[in-house]
C-alpha cells in the first residue's frame, strides 16, 4: 500500500482544530553545534507546538477526532482525565470552548509536588481562563475512576456526557496521528527527505501509536517511529503502544498483527518517573532553547529530545541519513517548572 491508497479516514467526524498541515523545519544551528559529533546527520522537525489554538500540541489533533465523535453522539459536556499539569486537559478545555461544549477536567496527582508553581501556574491557570470546571483530586485517588462516577451524576442530571480517557488516547483519538503520517509523507516528498527514523515523546501512547498506524497503513514500517517514555516504564510502554496501534488500524479496517519488533519504544530518559526532571531534559531544552529558539517541555518532548541527542551522539544514523523529530507543544508546563530553570 502506499499514501496514494492510505485507508479514508472521511468517514470519522473530525472538528478542525488545526489551522493546515504544521511545518517541518531543519535545525541547522543546532546541527552546527553538535558538530563532529552528529556525523553528518540531518536533523528535523516536525512543528506540532505550533498551532494557533489554546497554545497548541499533539492533542489537537487527537481532539480533531474526539471531539467530532462527541459531536455526533449529541454529547453537551465533555469530561476528560489527567495529572494537575496536563497538556490534554488543557487543550481539551480549550478545544471544548471552541465547539460550544461544556467542560469539567478531573485531575489526578501522579506527581509528588505542592508548590505553588505546580498547583496554580502553567496548564492549571489556563483551564480556569478557558472556563473548564475543574476537580482536583488528592494524592492516591483514580482519576479515570473520579470521572466516571462525575459523568455518571452529570448524566442523571440529563447532561449528555462524552467521557476520554488519559491522554486522549484511545483508536478514534491517535486517528488524529494517523492523518499526521499521511501529512509527514506528503511534506518528506515535497522536500524530497526520507527519514530514517521519527522519533517523539510517549506518555499515554497514542501519538506514537497514531503515528505507527499511519505508517504501516501507507506500506512503511511502524518500526520507524521511535518513542521515549515519560509515563510508563519502557516494556510496558511498548506493549501498550503495540495494543494501540493495531486497534487503531482495526478501525480504520485493516487487520495488523504487528511483531515486538515494530514498536519501538525506549524507557531510559524517564529518569525517576513521570514528571520528575532530569539533568539531561534540562540540558536538552536549553540546548533546543539556546541555538535554534524553539521551546520543549519538561514532562514530554525534553525528555524524548534528550533520548535523541543521546542516540546522535553515540552515532545511532549513519552519516548523511535524515531523522525528524515531532515536537509536541507543552510549553505551558514550563511554567510550573520554573525553580529547576532558575540557575544558570
Ligand atoms: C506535550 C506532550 N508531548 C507528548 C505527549 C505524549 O503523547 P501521548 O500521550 O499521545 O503519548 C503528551 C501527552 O500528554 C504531551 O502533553
Redesign the pocket.
Known amino acids: 500500500m502506499s499514501l496514494t491508497d492510505f485507508p479514508s479516514l472521511e468517514r470519522f467526524p473530525r472538528v478542525p482544530l488545526l489551522d493546515g498541515p504544521t511545518p517541518i523545519q531543519r535545525l541547522h544551528r543546532l546541527e552546527a553545534a553538535l558538530g563532529d559529533a552528529l556525523g553528518g546527520v540531518q536533523i528535523f522537525v516536525k512543528r506540532d507546538?505550533h498551532m494557533s489554538l489554546g497554545g497548541g500540541?499533539?492533542?489537537l489533533r487527537?481532539l480533531e477526532y474526539l471531539i467530532g465523535a462527541a459531536q455526533a453522539e449529541g454529547a453537551d459536556t465533555i469530561v476528560t482525565v489527567?495529572g494537575l499539569q496536563?497538556?490534554?486537559a488543557r487543550l481539551t478545555a480549550a478545544a471544548a470552548a471552541r465547539a460550544g461544549l461544556a467542560c469539567e477536567l478531573v485531575l489526578g496527582r501522579p506527581v509528588p509536588r505542592d508548590d505553588g508553581d505546580y498547583e496554580r501556574n502553567g496548564n492549571v491557570l489556563l483551564n480556569g481562563i478557558f472556563g473548564a470546571t475543574v476537580h482536583t483530586l488528592p494524592p492516591g485517588e483514580n482519576a479515570l475512576a473520579a470521572a466516571q462516577m462525575r459523568a455518571a451524576q452529570l448524566r442523571s442530571q440529563g447532561r449528555r456526557v462524552f467521557l476520554m480517557p488519559?491522554?486522549?488516547?484511545t483508536p478514534v483519538g491517535a486517528l488524529g496521528?494517523m492523518r499526521c503520517a499521511q501529512e509527514i509523507g506528503a511534506q518528506a516528498k515535497a522536500i524530497g527527505a526520507e527519514f530514517a527514523e521519527i522519533v517523539?515523546?510517549?506518555?499515554?501512547?497514542?501519538?506514537?501509536?497514531?503515528l505507527a498506524a499511519g505508517l504501516y497503513a501507507a506500506g512503511k514500517p511502524a518500526s520507524t517511529v521511535r518513542?521515549f517514555s515519560?509515563?510508563a516504564d519502557g516494556e510496558q510502554a511498548r506493549r501498550t503502544t503495540l495494543e494501540l496501534t493495531e486497534a487503531t488500524l482495526r478501525l480504520v479496517g485493516i487487520e495488523a498483527s504487528l511483531g515486538d519488533a515494530d514498536i519501538q519504544v525506549d524507557g531510559r530518559q524517564r529518569g525517576a518517573g513521570y514528571g520528575i526532571p532530569t539533568a539531561q531534559m534540562r540540558d536538552a531544552l536549553r540546548m533546543m532553547a539556546r541555538t535554534q529558539g524553539l521551546l520543549l517541555?519538561p514532562?514530554?518532548?525534553g525528555k524524548?529530545f534528550a533520548g535523541l541527542l543521546a542516540d546522535l551522539r553515540a552515532g545511532r544514523y549513519a552519516a548523511g541519513r535524515q531523522v525528524l523529530f515531532v515536537m509536541?507543544?507543552?510549553t505551558p508546563?514550563l511554567y510550573a517548572y520554573r525553580s529547576i530553570f532558575d540557575a544558570q
Open positions: 507546538d500540541g499533539n492533542k487527537k489527567g496536563s497538556n490534554h488519559t491522554g486522549g488516547s496521528y517523539v515523546a510517549n506518555g499515554s501512547a497514542g501519538t506514537h501509536a497514531g518513542s515519560t509515563l517541555d514532562v514530554y518532548s524524548a509536541t507543544g507543552g508546563g
